[in-house]
Each structure stands twice: as structure tokens, then as C-alpha cells.
């Protein structure tokens, strides 16, 4: 686009390493109410900005997904058939230097949505 320079990357981070930790269980809720109400699995984790888990997550979410929580939590039966709907909290704010948090949660039909929160320092 006219009037931007180069996009300069700055250098790698090391990745943050943690895991996905499940939020709530809902499942208790869908119990309660005695029916076959389909209830969220939540989960979340930390990505460091500029690290190489940040830029898969960003540029491919699914195959993110598929290689971290779903292979952590196999009974979510992620693959290639899985649909990740996104939505990003704080865009204005740049990734550089920062952390990511994002959520996921997901059902039975095969989708994910993702929440990815920019916090600012």
C-alpha cells in the first residue's frame, strides 16, 4: 500500500511453553438442567507476542489448534475438519512486545471459537 514502508520484523521470541487449562466445566450445568443441552468446553492459554507459537496461531489457527490442545485434550477430536471462527479483543494494539491470551471454546460441531486478547503493558 502506498505511504507504508517495510514491515521490519523485530526478533523472535521464545515461545511461553505452557499449556491449555480448562476454564470452567460446563458439563455440570448441561447435568443439571436434565436435558441433552450441548455446554461449551472452555479453555485458554498465553502466547508470547513474536514467538513462533504467536505467528502459527495467527496465520494458521487450525492446524495451531489441532497441535496443541488437540493434542493435549484428544476427546475434542480436532482435525482438518474443524472450523475456528476468530476474534481478535484490543487490535489497535500491536502484538509486538506483548503477551496473547486466548480462549477456546467449542462444542460437538466440529467448531472453535477463539478469542485473542492483546493486553496492553
Request: charged content about 30%; cysteine-free; overall charge neutral.
Amino acid at each position: 500500500m502506498r505511504g507504508l514502508g517495510r514491515w521490519e520484523r523485530k526478533a523472535e521470541e521464545d515461545n511461553a511453553d505452557v499449556d491449555w487449562v480448562e476454564l470452567v466445566n460446563f458439563q455440570e450445568v448441561g447435568e443439571k438442567r436434565g436435558d441433552e443441552t450441548v455446554v461449551p468446553r472452555v479453555f485458554a492459554i498465553r502466547v508470547k507476542s513474536s514467538s513462533n507459537d504467536a505467528e502459527w496461531l495467527i496465520h494458521d489457527p487450525r492446524d495451531f489448534l489441532v497441535k496443541t490442545l488437540g493434542g493435549q485434550v484428544p476427546a475434542l477430536k480436532l482435525g482438518e475438519r474443524t472450523r475456528v471462527k476468530t476474534f481478535i479483543v484490543n487490535h489497535h494494539n500491536t502484538l509486538s512486545g506483548r503477551h496473547l491470551y486466548v480462549t477456546a471454546s467449542t462444542t460437538d460441531d466440529e467448531t472453535v471459537s477463539l478469542t485473542l486478547v492483546k493486553v496492553a503493558r
